[in-house]
C-alpha cells in the first residue's frame, strides 16, 4: 500500500484539517481528553502546563488526517497521472463548511495534458 499523497501531482500540503481555514474546525473542543487530564494530574505544575500547552498547540495546527492509499502504482500508460485534491473547503460567499476536516479526492486520468 502506497499513500496517493506522495504518488500525486499537487502543489504543496494538502491539510484535511485546517483550523486556520475552517471555521468548524477553529471551535474543536480544547478540554484535554479525560485519559491525558488523568495522567497530567499527577504531574508537577510546570510539567503539566507544558503538556496542557502543547496539546492545545498540536489541536490549532493544520495538518494531514485523511488519508488515501493504493495498493500499486504504475500506470500502463507512460502519459497517465494521479492529482489529489481537497473537497468541501468554505464556501467563499457564506464560510459554510460540512465538516471539520475536507474530503480527499484522487483523480486518475490517462491524460496526462490533465495533470
Do not use: W
Not at 500540503?13 to 485519559?35: G, I
Not at 498540536?58 to 481537497?86: H, K, T, V, W
Not at 473547503?89 to 490517462?110: A, E, F, M, Q, R
Amino acid at each position: 500500500m502506497k499513500d496517493t499523497f506522495l504518488l500525486a501531482r499537487h502543489t504543496g500540503e494538502l491539510y484535511s484539517y485546517d483550523p486556520e481555514n475552517n471555521p468548524v474546525a477553529q471551535h474543536e473542543e480544547v478540554a484535554l481528553p479525560p485519559a491525558l487530564s488523568s495522567i497530567v494530574q499527577a504531574m508537577p505544575e510546570a510539567d503539566r502546563q507544558k503538556i496542557i500547552d502543547g496539546y492545545r498547540r498540536g489541536l490549532s495546527m493544520a495538518r494531514r488526517i485523511d488519508f488515501l492509499f493504493a495498493m500499486r502504482y504504475g500506470p500502463a500508460d507512460p502519459n497517465a497521472c494521479l492529482r489529489q485534491e481537497l473537497f468541501g473547503k468554505p464556501n467563499p460567499v457564506t464560510l459554510d463548511v460540512g465538516s471539520d476536516h475536507y474530503g480527499v479526492l484522487d483523480i486518475y486520468t490517462t491524460d496526462g495534458s490533465n495533470c
